[in-house]
């Protein structure tokens, strides 16, 4: 079934893109929670009315992704964790504990956008990718140290 998107989805497209999808995907999912319209030359007339309405706004958004982006680079965030033998930590540095650290230095982001692949489980620096906007990507860098 040929849908237009009415927002951008991850995996699928972007706004206003015209995508071939499952037609129970798009019945059932798409469809009733607003996120395309069946793929008729009305509904895409009516996409792009909205698409270039949202284009001002949107550009607004990665203005501001940029500047937290250009923050969070300027942030040094020092973890400090009990270690035991050849020091390894007891326990991890998850997003989470990322996250509650930069919300303490005045910049809230959602633990789901830190891009921690898995746990930071030993002593060390990293640079964690932060996924601001679609267009959008920060790094931190972590400093995970001992007690």
Same mark, same amino acid.
Request: aromatic share 4%; hydrophobic share 40%.
């Given at each position: ?71 969070? /680079?300027?942030?040094?965030? =020092? @973890?400090?964790? %009990?270690?035991?033998?050849?020091? &390894?930590?007891?326990?991890? #540095? ?27 489980? /030993?002593?060390?620096?990293? =640079? @964690?990718?932060? %996924?601001?906007?679609?267009?959008? &990507?920060?790094?931190?860098? #972590? ?5």
């Amino acid at each position: 079934m040929r849908v237009v998107l009415r927002e951008d989805i991850d995996k699928l497209g972007r706004r206003g893109e015209v995508r071939e999808v499952a037609a129970g995907y798009a019945r059932n999912f798409l469809l009733p929670k607003g996120k395309a319209l069946t793929a008729t030359d009305g509904n895409m007339k009516r996409v792009e009315q909205e698409r270039r309405r949202y284009a001002v706004i949107e550009a607004k958004e990665k203005e501001d992704a940029a500047a937290v982006g250009r923050r969070i /680079a300027g942030v040094s965030c =020092t @973890i400090v964790r %009990k270690v035991g033998e050849n020091d &390894q930590l007891y326990g991890s #540095v998850t997003a989470a504990d990322i996250g509650e650290y930069l919300a303490k230095e005045g910049i809230e982001i959602d633990k789901r956008r830190i891009l921690l692949e898995e746990p930071i489980k /030993a002593l060390g620096i990293y =640079t @964690i990718p932060v %996924k601001l906007h679609a267009d959008v &990507q920060g790094e931190v860098r #972590v400093w995970v140290v001992k007690e």
